[in-house]
């Protein structure tokens, strides 16, 4: 069976993760146009980096949950046949031990360089303007994928979507395109579809199913019956 799973800041959020969107519309005190837009790098980098810096750092504090662990567990059974597709920038898939995940928002622990394109592993701060590990050049920004931004690899999502035969959402609000419309197009390439989230999401209809609850509980469910 050859399952795609897309995660979303609900899964992040019960590792104490500040999600994107709380209700006061404000992401850490900011408002998300003025530190996730590329006319507020373009405007105000030092703001910009400053915020980035600041939630690259916050990952220290935070772990894994259950969630993460048991998406893990399952890579471990199905291999190449699991695909992670995470609208996260954070790295706790990997820390949970998941491997196969394709960050199509970009990475909080990666810099991408203006001059050169280059994207390279990143654990320091930006604000101070390092050069670019490959072309000396200070133009690193964070490669984190913007509103009004392509999101990564959309291509090979797509592909991966045409031949997956169950298609799983995971704490995704299903507000944000184009990962909204994920679960249309895997189910009309005949996948059947599964939405895992706190709440019914703003897609919540488009399932087959939808179970609500912590992930922390639905996704080590749901993994155990996949592999029972
Ligand atoms: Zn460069």
Redesign the pocket.
């Known amino acids: 069976m050859r399952v795609v799973v897309l995660t979303g800041a609900g899964i992040s959020a019960e590792s104490g993760v500040p999600t994107f969107r709380d209700a006061d519309g404000l992401w850490e005190g900011h408002r998300v146009e003025d530190v996730a837009t590329p006319e507020a790098f373009d405007h105000q980098p030092s703001v910009v980096h400053r915020f980035y810096d600041a939630r690259r750092a916050a990952l220290l504090a935070v772990q894994p949950n259950p969630a993460h662990h048991a998406l893990a567990r399952l890579e471990a059974a199905l291999g190449d046949d699991l695909l992670v597709v995470t609208q996260n920038i954070d790295d706790l898939h990997e820390r949970g031990g998941s491997t196969r995940v394709l960050h199509m928002h970009g990475e909080l622990r990666s810099a991408l ?1 203006r ?4 994207r390279s592993p990143w654990d320091h701060e930006l604000a101070d303007l390092p050069p ?1 590990p ?4 200070t ?2 920004r964070p490669d984190v994928v913007w509103f009004g931004e392509v999101p990564y690899e959309m291509e090979r999502i797509q592909q991966t979507l045409d031949r997956t035969d169950l298609f799983v959402s995971v704490g995704t609000s299903g507000a944000v395109y184009p990962a909204a419309g994920f679960v249309q197009y895997a189910g009309r390439r005949g996948a059947r579809t599964l939405e895992l989230n706190l709440m019914p999401s703003e897609g919540t209809h488009l399932f087959d199913e939808a179970r609500h609850g912590p992930a922390s509980e639905l996704v080590p469910a749901w993994v155990d019956e996949v592999l029972g």
């Open positions: 360089c001059g050169c394109g280059g670019c490959r072309c000396g050049v133009e690193l």
